[in-house]
């Protein structure tokens, strides 16, 4: 089992910066992949984010170049630094992690944070 725990969200104005951590416990040695993904009112969750083991990042084109996903293994914690906030990246941010257990993958999912982008 991983255990997900985000913390980081709050109230920010446009074109401000907030930092999203998610720190992992549990079998975080079984993890390959981790990601950030977000879900505003009234519409789907949606990807933001990802990282492999090797370091390789992947990110949602609605926030290339504003947004910096990272990950520091020692301390098995994931980041999402944001930057050039808009007022549509108001959401709550889920961290995700993919672990494998044999053939299998598991997902895990935190309860997420809020993130609310307004003036």
């Known amino acids: 089992q991983v255990q997900l725990v985000e913390t980081g969200g709050g109230l920010v104005q446009p074109g401000g910066s907030l930092r999203l951590s998610c720190a992992a416990s549990?079998?975080?040695?079984?993890?390959?992949?981790m990601g950030w993904y977000r879900q505003a009112p009234g519409k789907e969750r949606e990807l933001v984010a990802t990282?492999?083991?090797?370091?390789?990042?992947n990110y949602a084109d609605s926030v290339k170049g504003r947004f910096t996903i990272s990950r520091d293994n020692a301390k098995d914690t994931l980041y999402l630094q944001m930057n050039s906030l808009k007022p549509e990246d108001t959401a709550v941010y889920y961290c995700?992690?993919?672990?494998?257990?044999?053939?299998?993958?598991?997902?895990?999912w935190g309860k997420g944070t809020l993130v609310t982008v307004s003036s």
């Open positions: 995700k992690a993919e672990a494998r257990l044999g053939l299998t993958t598991m997902h895990y």
């Open positions: 549990g079998r975080t040695f079984s993890i390959n992949v």
């Open positions: 990282i492999i083991s090797g370091g390789t990042t």
